[in-house]
């Protein structure tokens, strides 16, 4: 109940494409989804997120799209360039007593193909 | 500096020696977490701190496993007789207000490796 589940494990993307990496979970108290990006010997940093009162959120490149009916969300890069190449890591954290908590999907290792 | 800064930044031991690793977080970050992140594996929350106080352990594989923090500020993660398998990148996050209304800072983790 307090998973989230990251797929694909490992996504290979030419330049240009567009690359998704989807997430689900089964917890109806999560209600903050953040995804992070990592880059190989540095911590993870905060990419963009997402709450459940908005079915898509935009900033530049990167796209969270929300299904709260599913419990699915999804990080789209449009455009994916080689700096993109990363692990992409999707997170949830819920309110309440526990919302200090961030739980973290498996990652998602991400290679943009020049 | 302005970041989260973890030391040591690479720890190699032998099995059953005890480690210490160092978390100096953000000024001003109340909250401090400690991560565990394991090759190919996502990140394994150990434990959160409020202040000095620690009210979820939860995470911390085991009795070998302690975390203290002081003057709400530094954190100390100790490993007693390490093992094989606590071999892993530790990484440790600050935040200002927590998970669900802000950001967590991560430094760039103190790898472990247990011979």
């Known amino acids: 109940q307090q998973q989230v589940k990251q797929s694909p494990q490992s996504l290979i993307v030419q330049k240009g494409g567009i690359s998704i990496i989807n997430c689900a979970y089964e917890?109806?108290?999560?209600?903050?989804f953040p995804w992070y990006q990592q880059f190989p010997g540095k911590g993870p940093a905060l990419l963009i997120a997402?709450?459940?009162?908005?079915s898509e959120k935009k900033e530049g490149r990167f796209t969270i799209s929300f299904n709260k009916s599913a419990k699915q969300f999804s990080l789209h890069i449009m455009d994916s360039q080689p700096g993109d190449s990363a692990t992409y890591f999707c997170?949830?954290?819920?309110?309440?007593?526990?919302?200090?908590?961030?739980?973290f999907g498996s990652g998602t290792r991400l290679l943009v193909r020049p | 500096g302005a970041g989260v800064s973890q030391s040591p930044s690479n720890k190699v031991t032998e099995k059953g020696k005890d480690v210490e690793l160092r978390c100096d977080p953000i000024?001003?970050?109340?909250?401090l977490y400690w991560y565990r992140q394991s090759l190919g594996q996502g990140l394994e929350f150990l434990i959160y701190f409020q202040g000095n106080s620690a009210p979820d352990k939860s995470g911390l594989p085991s009795d070998r496993f302690s975390a203290e923090r002081t003057g709400g500020s530094v954190s100390t993660l100790t490993i007693q007789r390490t093992q094989q398998e606590d071999s892993a990148v530790y990484l440790c996050?600050?935040?200002?207000?927590?998970?669900?209304?802000?950001?967590?800072?991560f430094g760039e983790g103190s790898r472990l490796t247990v011979l």
């Open positions: 996050a600050s935040s200002r207000t927590g998970a669900n209304t802000g950001e967590l800072f």
């Open positions: 000024s001003g970050h109340t909250a």
């Open positions: 917890n109806t108290a999560f209600d903050y």
């Open positions: 997402i709450r459940p009162d908005v």
């Open positions: 997170a949830a954290s819920m309110k309440g007593g526990s919302s200090y908590k961030l739980i």
